[in-house]
T-cell receptor, first 111, second 114 residues
Framework: LAKTTQPISMDSYEGQEVNITCSHN???????ITWYQQFPSQGPRFIIQ???TKVTNEVASLFIPADRKSSTLSLPRVSLSDTAVYYC????????????FGSGTQLTVLP | ETGVTQSPTHLIKTRGQQVTLRCSSQ?????VSWYQQALGQGPQFIFQ???????GRGNFPPRFSGLQFPNYSSELNVNALELDDSALYLC?????????????FGNGTRLTVT
């Protein structure tokens, strides 16, 4: 299972774009990258997933360079309600759908 | 579409007791996994069930056991509770082993062992 490294915490202001970068140097060929968001006393919530290049959905974008050793979650125009812990995970497409969570990044959005 | 539901939401037990936590998977999902999340840490994988069989296990002792039922709901049983078992226990479901659909988590059961 590929280990991920991401900043422990980040602060931002409302309306700004936030980029959280995650490194995963030993990602395997068939692995894909997934980001989850977690609020206190709630389960993690899926944000976005990708394999390479760029993926965009209604809440975020995910940028993955060609070597796939890192990825960047981009949150456009954050609001106070985006304050949460964000987890970057590398997931195998194999049968054991075990997710390995690190400590995540605590994002605090300030007014 | 009904999401993942867990019961109870909170539970207090005494060291040495046994506990059973329950999870109803999202409609159409046949795979359930369980995670333990200690305060301030990321969730840690306990085990996964697919079609009523255990399919993958994390670094947890045998006193952590589980079941999956024909309707794909699941139970997590913990015997001989220890103080360190105090945590948020999360259940997640997905539509199968080999698809890349994301896991859908419930909001967990907060277990306190005194």
């Amino acid at each position: 299972l590929a280990k991920t490294t991401q900043p422990i915490s980040m602060d931002s202001y409302e309306g700004q774009e936030v980029n959280i970068t995650c490194s995963h140097n030993n990602i395997a060929t068939n692995d894909y990258i997934t980001w989850y968001q977690q609020f206190p006393s709630q389960g993690p919530r899926f944000i976005i997933q990708g394999y390479k290049t760029k993926v965009t959905n209604e809440v975020a974008s995910l940028f993955i360079p060609a070597d796939r050793k890192s990825s960047t979650l981009s949150l456009p125009r954050v609001s106070l309600s985006d304050t949460a812990v964000y987890y970057c995970l590398v997931v195998s497409s194999g049968s054991a759908r075990q997710l390995t969570f690190g400590s995540g990044t605590q994002l605090t959005v300030l007014p | 579409e009904t999401g993942v539901t867990q019961s109870p939401t909170h539970l207090i037990k005494t060291r040495g007791q046994q506990v059973t936590l329950r999870c109803s998977s999202q409609s159409g999902h046949n795979t359930v996994s369980w995670y333990q999340q200690a305060l301030g840490q990321g969730p840690q994988f306990i085990f996964q069930y697919y079609r009523e069989e255990e399919n993958g296990r994390g670094n947890f002792p045998p006193r952590f056991s589980g079941l999956q039922f024909p309707n794909y709901s699941s139970e997590l049983n913990v015997n001989a509770l220890e103080l360190d078992d105090s945590a948020l226990y999360l259940c997640a479901s997905s539509g199968g082993l080999f698809n890349n659909s994301p896991l859908h988590f419930g909001n967990g059961t907060r277990l306190t062992v005194t």
